[in-house]
């Protein structure tokens, strides 16, 4: 009897040692990436584009395995989840922003993203005006809307399988969505990077290839085209949700609805035409991009300048802090950066006549006021002066801006 006892003991200690599955260190390592990393994808793929933006459809396969993976590694629910991001897009950067890092702080926003999501989630106001066109059949009102249920079953099975040390694996899978999702992007993906477009709010991109996140460190690009299925915009850029929407799409699993805007050029035309405005105002983020490269452009000849003149150090120190700020729309320009804009304008006339053309050019798709032939005859003005002006990077721009096409 002792030695059954013996032998049973043993079992047990070597059950919580090494669970039903015993792997090495490494092994573990890989289980616990790829398992939060299916995690990752589940988020940008089913609740974040497809769900909260209709970019695509899934069909039934990934749009149920997807919901059963959500409510076994994080528990959130769908309509939650949907409703609060659709509500960030509606109120961003607003007092009534759910996890707005220019209202709220960083800081809070970084350690406390989960609760600022747990808050939002209790609002029947948000639920109610946002979270519309979300599942509702049995599967969601008596088994997914359980939110403790799946992540407890995701600690059973963990301890099961690899006994004590399943308790860290699945502390690692809980906290993955919160930290990345609810801490980083929400977080420093409104508070630090670079930008491509000029979005409304303050969305940067974190970096410009990415693994851990599942492309959604291309955060200025998505706010900039929020409906678009795909997140990179740039030869660089690298969007790996694109990548497993594009094979599933390959399958028959997924129908994509919408990508980025792509601005087309073709054979510079004698003057600008409706066509042409259409264009330019559908692909307006690309061409205040594209102005902004040859605002960088003038800039640096400027600065070219000012060394071959041997002007005062202060001079070029000037110009090189307000260069930070000229491809920003007014209103987005701090104010402690105002003033140094102002003198940097005042002593660089060519900059400061860009500046001026770059806001009458915005005014194109900001007026609402005037028809389309009035429009037309603006940018055909614009145009003119542009190309009269003697700049090289505003004729430059001009002329290219002549040939796109819709």
Known sequence: MSLDIGLIWNAVVDWMANGLWDLSWWQLLLYTLFTTHITIAAVTIFLHRSQAH???????????????????????????WV????????????????????????????????????????????????????????????????????????????????????????????????FWAAGVVNGVGHFWGYRNYEAS???????????????????????????????SVKPYEFDIGWVYISLMQKLGWAKVKKTPPRLRSGVVKPVADELMLEAIIANRYEVMARYARGVRAAVQQELEGLKARKARQADVSLLKSAQRWLHRDAEKVPANA??????????????????????????????????????TGQLQAWCQRAEASGIAALKDFSIRLRAVHA
């Open 338 to 375: 105002a003033g140094q804009l102002v003198q940097a304008r005042a002593a660089h006339p060519v900059i400061d006549q860009m500046l001026t053309m770059r806001e009458e050019l915005r005014q194109l798709w900001l007026n609402t006021t005037l028809s389309r032939e009035q429009l």
């Open 54 to 80: 209709r970019s695509l459809d899934l069909g039934p396969i990934p749009s149920h395995f997807f919901r059963f993976w959500l409510w076994l590694g994080t528990g959130m629910v769908t309509k939650e």
């Open 83 to 178: 409703a609060i991001h659709r509500k960030h897009h509606a109120k961003c950067e607003t007092e009534e922003d759910p996890h707005s890092p220019q209202t709220r702080g960083l800081g809070k926003v970084m350690r406390e993203g989960a609760e600022l999501y747990r808050v939002e989630a209790r609002n029947e106001e948000t639920l109610k005006k946002y979270g519309h066109g979300t599942p509702d059949d049995w599967m969601e009102r008596n088994i997914y809307r359980h939110s403790v249920m799946g992540p407890s079953l995701m600690l059973i099975l963990n301890v099961a399988l690899f006994g004590v040390i399943g308790l860290t694996i699945w502390a690692v899978q809980m906290v993955w969505i919160p």
């Open 201 to 231: 709010d303050a969305s940067t991109n974190l970096v410009p290839w990415g693994i851990i996140i599942g492309g959604e460190e291309l955060h200025n690009n998505h706010h900039t085209y929020p409906t678009s299925a795909k997140f």
